[in-house]
């Protein structure tokens, strides 16, 4: 069973076009993270978030997660070919270590 | 080191041959995690080492799978009699502090395992 779960699992767009992502869960996490994964490399972390209701944005791109810290959102503006990899979100209970969804596969079509 | 550091970073071997995974941390980070990544599969958490601390083994698919720490610094994965099953990228990650879960990992380029 998997703890997070992570849906598009799929999505290309073209460039200039906005996109959301979503990492959901049945559990109560801490904090929860996103990363962008590029093949052939390890995950890259983009953002932290720990308060319910949080958001943050980095450039064109806005994180939220929600109220109750179940789940978390993704939103990209204006999408460029660059932005094209893999979304990994991550939650955190307390237990040193992370538990890693699936991932969201993003293509951006220049 | 500027970044995580793991080699190989390919390695092909035999069913039933044993494999080491090397990882180099950052430089001064206390946290050091083992994850694992199937295709179309999460990360897959191994084992975590905190300083001196006993390492957190509870992720270890098997005892076929083994990993030390030595000086704190320098981790091997080891996998003995390796299967098939085993293919799959093998990541390390450091953390300065070990609130890995709030400061976030940072993670080599991993290791591709394919087993044959």
């Known amino acids: 069973t998997q703890l997070l779960e992570q849906s598009p699992q799929f999505l290309s767009i073209q460039e200039g076009e906005n996109l959301t992502v979503y990492c959901n869960s049945s559990?109560?996490?801490?904090?929860l993270q996103w990363y962008r994964q590029e093949p052939g490399e390890g995950p890259v972390l983009l953002v932290t978030v720990v308060t319910g209701g949080e958001v943050k944005k980095l450039k064109r791109l806005t994180f939220q997660f929600g109220d109750a810290r179940k789940d978390s959102s993704l939103h990209i503006t204006a999408a460029q070919p660059g932005d094209t990899g893999l979304y990994l979100c991550a939650g955190g209970r307390g237990n040193n270590r992370l538990a890693f969804g699936k991932g969201n596969q993003v293509v951006v079509i220049p | 080191g500027a970044g995580v550091s793991q080699s190989p970073s390919n390695k092909v071997t035999e069913k039933g041959k044993d494999v080491e995974l090397r990882c180099d941390p950052i430089s001064g980070h206390t946290a050091l995690y083992w994850y694992r990544q199937s295709l179309g599969q999460g990360l897959e958490f191994l084992i975590y080492f905190q300083g001196n601390s006993a390492p957190d083994k509870s992720g270890l698919p098997s005892d076929r799978f083994s990993a030390e720490r030595t000086g704190g610094s320098v981790s091997t994965l080891t996998i003995q009699r390796t299967q098939q099953e085993d293919s799959a990228v093998y990541l390390c990650a450091s953390s300065l502090l070990g609130t890995g879960e709030e400061e976030g990992y940072t993670f080599g380029s991993g290791t591709r395992l394919t087993v044959v």
């Open positions: 559990s109560v996490f801490s904090s």
